[in-house]
């Protein structure tokens, strides 16, 4: 039986799906990329704005005109908009199956019986905001750590899970709603599956949680935060790089986690942390714990410790009440940040959400969009001012593979174009043998963009 898998939204649902691709295979299931020749057709969805639920929305009447002359097609939706619409997805003429994210262990065996049978199934976690239990924990760790995680698409990566679900509450988010409470997965499994990426040739770790930064374990004793997590990852033979996503903005282990990434070579100079707006109202409004002026004290201390870090953020525009001048505070505080790049998005009301039900969506499209225009072009003028240092330096890279855009290969040889990534995440395009894919490799900066070095190798 061949599976054809799509995946919507962030690195968790991309791991997720990875776990998913793993178990399958290992249940006799094939993986095809064509929909055409595939038995089954699985979604992994993400419901963080509307527009990515629109998507797949768009994609299930597809695939309703497909079943008319296929309607053996078994079409699954897992992930976060299983979890939100549950039974309302599960009426869609196109749907057998809807799984939320903590049910996926289930997914094999879910195929099967749809395969046999031709009912339509659901499986999602009914009081999602009710502490997870611990069997179910149990089965989520025995899943996680059964499968492979390694990121087939970029050779030598992987991401690692260093915790589920999401107790912040912002009144915009939907995750906690999706994917509900935080857990922290215990310390020894977390550096165990390191141990075994890095035997399978793994370089690069990306530890994964909502707001990663916030992790703790008791065990035995000992208290674990992310920093001792890094120093353990660090002294895993074969990994040469570790990041974490995402950050949120706290004191709390913030310098523990400054001080290893400054004293381990291992650990990337980067740091993704969110601001969503430069107004203490709208931060208010929010439930973001903090106001513009003590976040860009964090990004000095952040400096102090790791002068040269580079730090990315995410806004959001026309959150509900968001004036002019709440906007123009948030254009100050992206100039202030020095941003190595900055992710931008519209509001997008999401149901259920405190904003959703006690705000109104007040700015205009048109609004949204220009502020979104404004913010870009000063985050592009940053970006091109900070990648400008970049350049004649000599730096490492991990190389990603070959280029997307068949450039011209202007260096006389018959090299083709590759693109690694610094320990800054900048993209750097440079000429080099294919063999490289997954290696590090030195390169000098010849030219820059705001967010793509050039170079050549060394
Ligand atoms: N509307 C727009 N953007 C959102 N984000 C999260 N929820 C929403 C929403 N309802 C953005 C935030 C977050 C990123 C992953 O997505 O900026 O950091
Ligand atoms: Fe990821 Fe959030 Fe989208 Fe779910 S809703 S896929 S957790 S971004």
Redo the contacts with the bound molecule.
């Keep these: 039986m061949k599976v054809c898998l799509q995946t919507y939204g ?1 690195q968790m649902n991309k791991l997720d799906s990875a776990l998913v691709s793993s178990a399958l295979t290992d249940a006799g299931f094939s993986l095809t990329q064509s929909v055409k020749e595939a038995d089954v057709i699985l979604i992994n969805t993400c419901s ?2 509307e527009h990515a639920e629109q998507r797949v929305i768009s994609q299930l009447g597809h695939l309703k005109h497909i079943k008319k002359n296929k309607p053996n097609l078994v079409v699954a939706v897992i992930g976060c908009m299983a979890q939100r619409l549950g039974n309302k997805l599960l009426e869609h003429e196109a749907v057998n199956i809807v799984c939320g994210p903590t049910q996926i262990p289930q997914i094999a065996d879910l195929l099967k019986q749809a395969l046999e049978k031709n009912e339509k199934r659901l499986a999602v976690t009914e009081k999602i905001l009710q502490k997870t239990s611990e069997s179910q924990n149990q089965t989520l760790e025995t899943f996680e750590s059964t499968y492979g995680v390694e990121d087939k698409q970029i050779p030598s990566q992987a991401f690692v899970r260093a915790m589920r679900g999401c107790n912040n509450f ?1 009144t ?4 906690p709603y999706v994917r509900g409470p935080e857990v922290c997965r215990p310390p020894e499994v977390i550096i165990e599956q390191i141990k075994k990426l890095a035997s399978e040739g793994i370089k690069q770790v990306t530890l994964l949680g909502q707001t990663v930064n916030s992790y703790k374990y008791k065990k035995d004793g000992r208290s674990w935060c992310l920093a001792d997590l890094l120093d353990a990852a660090a002294g895993v033979e074969g990994i040469e790089w570790l990041r974490f996503v ?1 950050s949120y903005p706290s004191e709390e282990f913030f310098d523990d986690i400054m001080q290893v990434m400054a004293a381990s070579p291992k650990v990337c100079n980067y740091l993704h942390l ?1 601001a ?1 707006s430069g107004s203490d109202k709208i931060l208010r409004a929010m439930n973001r714990h903090y106001t513009a002026a003590w976040y860009l004290e964090l990004l000095d201390k952040a400096r102090a410790i790791v002068p040269d870090i580079a730090i990315a953020g ?3 525009v026309g959150f509900p009440g968001e004036t002019e001048e709440d906007f123009q505070a948030t254009v100050d505080l992206l100039k202030k940040a020095r941003y190595r790049n900055s ?1 931008i ?6 149901p259920g ?1 405190t ?1 959703d039900k006690k705000l109104q969506d007040t700015v205009p499209a048109d609004i949204k969009q220009k502020r979104i225009a404004t913010l870009l072009e000063v985050q592009e003028e940053m970006s091109g001012q900070l990648s400008r240092d970049y350049l004649g330096k000599q730096v490492k890279v991990l190389v990603e593979g070959l280029s997307k855009k068949s450039h011209i290969n202007t260096a006389g040889d018959n090299n083709p174009q590759l693109v690694g990534r610094t320990d800054t995440d900048y993209i750097v395009v440079f000429n080099g043998p294919a063999s490289l894919t997954g290696h590090f490799a030195k390169v000098k900066i010849t030219k820059t963009s705001p967010l793509t070095l050039f170079a050549e190798l060394l």
């Design positions: 962030c963080v704005r912002c915009y988010c939907i995750v995402t969110p969503q995410d806004f959001i992710f998005f519209k509001y997008s009301p999401r959400t904003a």
